[in-house]
């Protein structure tokens, strides 16, 4: 105990690094395997969605010599137990926080071998790119360390009554008609928006980076979250979006005690209609169709200008694999399935409500009709079109959100930020925990 | 110690019996002989929970400290940087804000529960022997058993925007203060120290109703003979009387103000815009998502020195209080 207390804590996983390539090889055709001898695949898996536990049950049906040993927590407990997870009790699948200094501490499996032997590498690769990390941290490009089970899309939820109230007949085409709706919805009494803005989850980060991507390109918040050299979220446009998001405030377009409440409430009030929009991803989008059927749209954020590109946070829900994982082929040839197995893609996009990993041209499992499934897959397909896939700004370091996105937005609502302050204070926070 | 003191006593009466030298000599030896095995004893009898402390309590304390001297993530091989972390705290304007929403606690955890308690105490004294004394102490120290974590988010749901707090003011016509208290700027440290008055009064009322009871009934007798009222009886001999019972309560809460933590995680996370930030849930931000285990570390060593030079006074005032 003497020992460990004097020497320098930390740096026992380093020589457990870059150990890639299994020890439990089987390969088929050059491809890794998960071989006929029973695996038990170590799952680390966030609590409250079922996809990751559905797909592994398919999976142990068509592979019975694979059974799965799942860990369940909350994603925030994932988040600050990941690096020791990691290195104490390594799992061959994990579901993985913002994935840069992961990556950087040499804790994740570098993926490209089997992105080439799975052919990943001939995907889509805007679906891979948040997940590939360079020796600096900065995202974007590198190698691949984590993979998808599918990749989300977010957008506007609206209430299809309400908006009947209001006279919206159509979803809006451009930010003026949106502007116009949310002033009707004012008139007649009705929420415009209930965003959750409360505790350490400040939600009104969602319409800010939709606000900066219907003015500006989407290309330089990419580079600011992936944290590129020189990136700066402090732009022009990026001023016009915060103070577009200033004027909702004031003109009391949000529910008046937003900074109170969390994404469950706002979940409770929407599908209670008490709100006409909210803010939201497509995860939400198999619950919206069993809980308000029928009742629930969806639509991109509408441009500044009318015709203009849009764009989407999209993001994959990513999984990795642990450095010192015991089965990392088979746990390679899991995420593999789960993209390109039609049973799998079913799961993926019925369970999940969210577009599958996978080629462009792969399997499409039939969806209902007038879903909001089948909206936010649409959804899905016209962002690809218009190249306007972004990560979320909310994870462009370890504690941005909750240390310095949550509390501007949360001044900003009480009239104790400006919007030239916000995107000052946080660019400020970003470059001193980056440099730090 | 009583026991030894019995068994001495035992033994001299047994002396007294056998006058005989040689006797005398083996009982000694045997005497001694016990008392070695029952320091053995002891030891056994301490050892488990000692290891339990040091493993648990003073090396998590060494570490911490270690810590605080290196620049580590947590995971990686961590760099000396000697007081570095400490200079950063001192740059943190975060940080001296938390500081003082933690003395500002101390309004709500402390002396709300002391002079509460200390009322209610008086008053439940009254009819000591009542059942509405036994009905009365248990539900107000209910509080007390129910664990921080259900009582921060039961809270949270009064206090919401239409929770039972809101819904009570419109009733009596107050509508036009209702908000949502945890919600805002002005009112959310004070609606935390709210939650933490409830949880500790349960506590204060009754170390102080157990300190009144020691009270000799004869003062109480003698101050009314010379014609004293009971608000002359409460600061003339109650008070003075319990001013050991309040040094532990005002101990105790005011740790639990300046180490808060689970009732503003529970109810707050800091926010909103860091109006409830506490620096002990600094410190767990620091650890958990800025990775910077060395300034986590410097800030709880810096916390534990901050709790210590409150509190140390608060006990020396009580011990010449003593005396």
Redesign the interface.
């Known amino acids: 105990?003497t020992a460990t207390?004097c020497s320098?804590?930390?740096?026992d996983?380093?020589n457990a690094a870059n150990t890639q390539g299994s020890t439990s090889t089987s390969t088929a055709g050059g491809q890794p395997t998960c071989g006929t001898a029973p695996v038990k695949l170590k799952m680390y898996i966030e609590t409250g969605f079922p996809l990751p536990k559905d797909l592994s049950d398919e999976f142990t049906k068509q592979y019975p010599n694979v059974t799965f040993d799942v860990r369940e927590d909350q994603f925030a407990v994932i988040?600050?137990n990941a690096?020791?997870v990691l290195?104490d009790d390594p799992p061959d699948l994990m579901r993985l926080p913002q994935v840069s200094?992961l990556a950087k501490?040499?804790?994740l499996l570098n993926l490209d071998p089997y992105a080439t032997a799975f052919g990943w590498d001939k995907w889509p690769q805007s679906q891979l790119e948040q997940m590939r990390v360079n020796a600096d941290g900065s995202r974007g490009d590198g190698p691949l360390y984590a993979m998808g089970l599918n990749f989300s899309m977010t957008g506007v939820f609206y209430n299809k009554k309400l908006a009947q109230q209001i006279g919206m007949t159509a979803a809006p085409t451009t930010l003026a008609e949106l502007d116009q709706d949310l002033q009707k919805a004012k008139d007649a009494g009705i929420v415009g928006i209930a965003q959750f803005?409360?505790?350490?989850t400040g939600g009104l980060a969602f319409p800010l980076q939709n606000l900066m991507a219907a003015y500006g390109d989407p290309a330089p918040i990419n580079d600011w979250i992936f944290q590129k050299k020189g990136a700066s979220i402090d732009t022009p446009t990026n001023l016009q979006a915060a103070e577009h998001l200033d004027k909702w405030i004031k003109a009391g377009y949000f529910a008046?005690?937003?900074?109170?409440?969390d994404y469950a409430?706002m979940m409770s009030r929407f599908i209670g209609g008490k709100s006409l929009f909210i803010f939201d991803g497509d995860w939400e989008s198999g619950n919206l169709d069993k809980q308000m059927a029928g009742n629930a749209g969806f639509f991109i954020m509408p441009p500044a200008q009318a015709g203009g590109k849009q764009a989407a946070m999209s993001a994959p829900l990513t999984y990795g694999i642990s450095a010192k994982a015991a089965n990392p082929d088979c746990a390679a040839f899991f995420l593999n399935w789960v993209a390109t197995n039609d049973k799998a893609r079913t799961i993926a996009v019925q369970v999940g409500g969210s577009h599958p990993m996978g080629p462009a041209d792969a399997f499409m499992p039939p969806v209902e009709a007038n879903t909001v499934t089948a909206q936010t897959l649409d959804a899905g397909a016209k962002i690809g079109k218009d190249n306007g896939a972004m990560d979320f700004i909310a994870n462009a370091t370890?504690?941005i959100y909750?240390?310095s996105w949550?509390?501007?937005l949360?001044?900003m609502?009480?009239g104790?930020?400006t919007p030239q302050g916000l995107l000052t204070a946080v660019q400020k926070d970003y470059e001193s925990?980056i440099g730090? | 110690m009583s026991q030894q003191r019995l068994d001495r006593t035992d033994a001299d009466s047994r002396e007294v019996t056998a006058p005989d030298a040689e006797a005398f000599e083996r009982r000694r030896r045997a005497l001694r002989a016990r008392r070695l095995r029952r320091g053995w004893v002891a030891w056994a009898l301490v050892v488990p929970a000692a290891a339990f402390y040091v493993v648990f309590v003073l090396k998590p304390i060494v570490l911490t400290v270690q810590y605080s001297f290196y620049d580590w993530d947590g995971v990686t091989a961590a760099s000396w940087v000697g007081l570095g972390n400490y200079a950063k705290l001192l740059q943190d304007p975060e940080l001296g804000g938390s500081i003082v929403h933690a003395f500002e606690l101390i309004l709500y955890f402390s002396f709300i529960p002391v002079a509460l308690g200390l009322a209610t105490a008086a008053i439940i004294r009254k009819f000591a022997t009542s059942r509405i004394s036994v009905v009365s102490r248990t539900v107000l120290f209910l509080p007390q058993i129910i664990p921080l974590v259900a009582a921060g988010i039961m809270w949270t749901w009064l206090l919401s925007t239409d929770g039972l707090v809101n819904q009570v003011l419109r009733a009596v016509g107050l509508g036009s203060i209702t908000r949502a208290w945890l919600g805002d700027f002005h009112t959310a440290l004070p609606a935390v120290g709210v939650i933490g008055a409830w949880v500790l009064f349960g506590l204060c009322m009754l170390l102080l109703l157990a300190g009144m009871t020691k009270i000799d009934p004869s003062l109480y007798e003698a101050a009314r003979i010379d014609g004293a009222g009971a608000w002359r009886e409460f600061f003339s001999i109650t008070l003075p009387s319990l001013r050991q019972e309040v040094g532990v309560c005002l101990t105790v809460t005011v740790i639990a103000a300046l180490a808060s933590f689970d009732i503003v995680y529970i109810s707050t996370q800091g926010g909103p815009g860091n109006a409830t930030l506490v620096p002990g849930l600094e410190i767990y931000y620091l650890a958990f998502f800025q990775r910077q285990v060395g300034t986590a570390s410097a800030l709880a060593v810096a916390l534990m020195l901050l709790v210590l030079a409150v509190v140390l006074p608060l006990q020396r005032l009580n011990r010449t209080g003593d005396s």
């Open positions: 105990m207390a320098a804590p930390g740096g996983n380093n988040t600050q690096p020791r290195v200094e501490d040499n804790l803005n409360g505790g350490a008046k005690d937003i900074n109170s409440f409430t370890g504690a909750a240390k949550t509390p501007n949360q001044k609502v009480a104790q930020q925990e730090g």
